[in-house]
């Protein structure tokens, strides 16, 4: 567990450690894209290079939390984990509309999986 | 829902509240349960666990922040970790923000929409938004985002009191809607092939370079990467 700063201590400390360790590195980078979306267009390059590197990211972090998944969710074995995935990503791929079937078919062999082989 | 150019503001907030709670919302809200019960490990107050909802507003950065409180992380350690986890909102921002720019808006109004783009708000914004005339794009996001929002609160303050009280598989079906709902709203807006490379890259590389890049930098280089990769294929396609 991590200790409180001496100096600041006291009963606001959570909120505090809040603001300067969670909020503020989260929420610089919104107010920094401010400033340089205001110089650019909707259709310039550049901003297709950024929503590129930004949907790259995002696809990334979900291949995180599968690889390496958090608490609970890494008593799904590796297999279990990819197929719910890979359920719900089939059901897009017919069709783009149906994300909530798509969601709910991936629960179902998650939850299933994890009943099965891990229970 | 689609919405009608001549609706009133009110009544265009109405259809993105009606839209979040079709689904996106509840899967937010699920998916930040979690954060309730990873604060309440760490002994803070629920209410600083329903504020990280609120003021942090990033699944990553908040499940970062009390789980490296748990493991004992240094601050500075954590405060690097999770400006890396978050540097994706700049591009993310970025391309949203022209979408919901007007003539006139003031820089605050537009921080004060920024701090709303997380990965839920962001891709159904970049896939709902164009089809919705400009001046109701804001009222359009205001009242989807809130709506999540609201509902990710609630879904916080009652994973403080409820998570460990599931069964294991309920448990893990509700850690894994979060990649779940990303993957799902991806594929959801992908427009063309440059869009497809992105995401199939970004999938790809992202255990690779987890695996040989150390220091937290690993997602940056992977998105990087795969981004500029995918940018380069997309750009093939069209004439010069």
């Keep these: 567990m991590t200790q409180p700063i001496a100096m600041l201590d006291g009963p606001l400390w959570p909120y505090l450690a809040l603001m300067l360790f969670a909020v503020l590195p989260t929420e610089i980078w919104r107010w920094l894209a401010v400033g340089f979306a205001r110089r650019l267009s909707t259709d310039s390059p550049l901003l297709e290079w950024v929503r590129a590197v930004a949907t790259a990211l995002l696809a990334g972090i979900v291949a995180k939390l599968i690889v390496s998944p958090p608490g609970v969710l890494a008593t799904a074995p590796a297999l279990v984990r990819v197929?719910?995935?890979?359920?719900?990503?089939?059901?897009?791929?017919?069709?783009?509309?149906?994300?909530?079937?798509?969601?709910?078919?991936?629960?179902?062999?998650?939850?299933?999986?994890?009943?099965?082989?891990?229970? | 829902m689609s919405v009608s150019a001549d609706w009133s503001w009110q009544r265009v907030a109405l259809a993105g509240m009606r839209?979040?709670?079709?689904?996106?919302?509840?899967?937010?809200?699920?998916?930040?349960?979690?954060?309730?019960?990873?604060?309440?490990?760490?002994?803070?107050?629920?209410?600083?666990?329903?504020?990280?909802?609120?003021?942090?507003?990033?699944?990553?950065?908040?499940?970062?922040?009390?789980?490296?409180?748990?493991?004992?992380?240094?601050?500075?350690?954590?405060?690097?970790?999770?400006a890396f986890a978050s540097l994706r909102f700049l591009p993310m921002t970025m391309a949203i923000l022209p979408l919901l720019r007007r003539p006139g808006q003031s820089v605050w109004q537009q921080l004060f929409l920024a701090h709303y783009v997380a990965v839920t708000a962001w891709s159904e914004g970049l896939r709902r938004l164009p089809a919705i005339a400009p001046h109701q794009r804001v009222a359009y996001f205001l009242g989807f985002?809130?709506?999540?929002?609201?509902?990710?609160?609630?879904?916080?303050?009652?994973?403080?009191?409820?998570?460990?009280?599931?069964?294991?598989?309920?448990?893990?079906?509700?850690?894994?809607?979060?990649?779940?709902?990303?993957?799902?709203?991806?594929?959801?807006?992908?427009?063309?092939?440059?869009?497809?490379?992105?995401?199939?890259?970004?999938?790809?590389?992202?255990?690779?370079?987890?695996?040989?890049?150390?220091?937290?930098?690993?997602?940056?280089?992977?998105?990087?990467?795969?981004?500029?990769?995918?940018?380069?294929?997309?750009?093939?396609?069209?004439?010069?």
Aim: include cysteine.
């Design chain 1, 83 to 119: 197929a719910a995935l890979a359920a719900a990503a089939g059901i897009m791929f017919v069709d783009k509309r149906r994300m909530m079937l798509a969601v709910l078919a991936g629960e179902t062999v998650l939850i299933a999986g994890v009943w099965l082989f891990a229970g």
């Design chain 2, 19 to 82: 839209d979040a709670l079709t689904l996106p919302a509840w899967i937010v809200g699920f998916g930040l349960i979690g954060i309730g019960s990873l604060a309440r490990d760490v002994g803070y107050p629920v209410d600083v666990a329903v504020l990280s909802t609120i003021l942090v507003w990033a699944g990553p950065s908040q499940v970062l922040f009390f789980a490296s409180i748990a493991a004992g992380a240094a601050w500075s350690a954590i405060l690097i970790a999770i």
């Design chain 2, 145 to 240: 985002a809130n709506t999540c929002m609201a509902v990710s609160s609630v879904g916080t303050f009652a994973g403080y009191y409820l998570l460990g009280a599931l069964p294991i598989p309920f448990a893990a079906g509700l850690l894994c809607l979060t990649p779940m709902f990303f993957l799902v709203s991806l594929m959801g807006g992908l427009r063309h092939r440059g869009d497809a490379a992105a995401l199939l890259l970004g999938l790809a590389l992202a255990p690779i370079c987890e695996r040989f890049i150390g220091g937290g930098f690993d997602l940056i280089v992977a998105g990087l990467v795969a981004g500029s990769v995918a940018f380069l294929i997309g750009r093939k396609r069209r004439p010069a």
